[in-house]
């Protein structure tokens, strides 16, 4: 009786240890699932300023380019008539190599902005991939409460039975024959 009692108090024991230990552990990994998806919503939002600042950024060096093409539209026009040219070929020309100017450096700011554009594109996706990697990691080591538990509870009985092992049969016999101070009988 009592070898029964060590045994299923170990087996009781080791096994509520585990699943406690389980519990806990279980509890840190959801935290540490947390702290990766408020990592990865942080880097996303990064990025995205990121995008929005450039966007703006190119769209006033486009204003701006345009802007100096207007001017100097307007002051090869102002020149050429203060010098009383009649050439209108001339001006023309002029203008058309101005406008063909501006488009190509207009042409130029887009296509930079398309390429980042594009590389941020590329960067979200291996934040995505890796966000998803770190999360499954983190799932598969994932511990099953009950099953530590009972893994707990065989090593408890385990345990209880080289402890029954270690005690004396004498000793065990002497406390199974001990005598009740209430009936005062030998039991």
Do not use: C, W
Not at 126 to 149: D, M, R
């Amino acid at each position: 009786m009592l070898t029964e009692l060590i045994t299923l108090g170990t087996s009781l024991f080791k096994g509520y240890s585990a699943y406690q230990q389980a519990t806990k552990y279980n509890e840190q990994l959801a935290l540490s699932q947390q702290s990766l998806e408020n990592n990865y919503r942080n880097q996303l939002t990064a990025l995205s300023l990121q995008q929005k600042q450039l966007r703006a950024q190119a769209n006033q060096q486009i204003i701006e380019r345009k802007l100096q093409s207007y001017k100097t539209q307007q002051g090869t026009i102002a020149h050429t008539l203060g010098m009383g040219a009649s050439g209108g070929g001339t001006l023309m020309a002029l203008l058309g190599s101005i406008q063909q100017d501006t488009a190509k450096d207009v042409g130029i700011i887009d296509a930079n902005l398309q390429n980042y554009l594009v590389q941020t594109k590329y960067q979200q996706a291996g934040l995505a991939t890796t966000y998803q990697n770190n999360v499954s990691q983190l799932q598969s080591q994932e511990k099953n409460p009950f099953t530590a538990a009972l893994q707990g509870a065989v090593e408890g009985m385990q345990l209880g039975n080289q402890i029954n092992k270690l005690i004396p049969e004498d000793l065990i016999k002497k406390f199974l024959l001990q005598t009740n101070p209430t009936t005062g009988v030998t039991e």
